[in-house]
């Protein structure tokens, strides 16, 4: 379960080493554009430090690398795949090529390390107008590949467009990016809101987010962590309405009947569907600290 992910600098020891305690589902150890160039060697030994040493529970570990049009990027993954992080996310990925050519040299790695295929996975950070376009092809690139995330503001550049609180600018982005990961059959993560001292933007914004089908949302300041958790939760009404829903259709199959209904509404296979979804999300969260865990 991965509602939110928090940015965390890879040059900053005192948050990394509070990582686990930010209330995030997995934190993004940042070696790209949180980092100066002049810091880049510092924080790859600082994060392979972390992963080495510090046991971060439940919390997941994913490391944003630097890009494939930089110098940094294989030493990045030389430095980090043998503590294997649970994800790697290469940054400005634009097409099936780019996962492909990452894909193949962490594959070397696997095999120089005595690791299993597969080992590390992917989070594609999609922030380019030519990688939103080529989202499916890009999602579906390597069974490595596990979710795409979308990076507004870079995006928003790429588009020479004002980044808005309201995000109509990116609402094409959004649902293409959407369409793309549950085409494939991965996940899909909305990109951060960046007005740190708006309380009630973080919540629309991922309202707004969990309403186009995105699997969470990541954060750059953990103040805004427990609202995402909150939004990409089932709520008690939600859980309850789910397991109705389960009850009634039980019932029917014993009583060998096929159509059913609930409160005057037919009951079919996408609402069984969700369903199940919003259940097998309530015992998750039971799981890792009960309905609290928010």
Known sequence: MRRSMLFLPG?????IIHGDSLGADAIILDLEDAVAPDEKDAA???VRNALQYQDFGRCETIVRINGLDTS?????????????PDFIMPPKVGSA??????????????????????AVGLIALLETALGIENAFAIASASSRVKALFLGGEDLTADLHCQRTAKGEEIRYARSRLVCAARAAGIDAYDTPFTDVNDDEGIWEDAQFARSLGFTGKA??????VKAINQVFSPSEKEIAYAYEIMEVIQ?????????VSLRGKMIDAPIVERAKQTIAMAQ??????GSNYV
């Open 11 to 15: 040059n900053t020891p005192n948050m």
């Open 44 to 46: 790859r030994i600082l």
């Open 72 to 84: 940094e990027w294989q030493l990045d993954l030389q430095t980090l795949c043998p503590l294997q």
């Open 97 to 118: 090529e780019d996962i492909l050519k990452i894909d193949h040299y962490l594959s070397q790695l696997e095999t120089q390390l005595h690791l299993p295929p597969n």
């Open 219 to 224: 954060a750059i300041s953990p103040r805004h």
């Open 251 to 259: 019932a029917a199959k014993e009583q060998g009947r096929g159509a």
């Open 284 to 289: 998750a969260l039971q799981e890792i600290g």
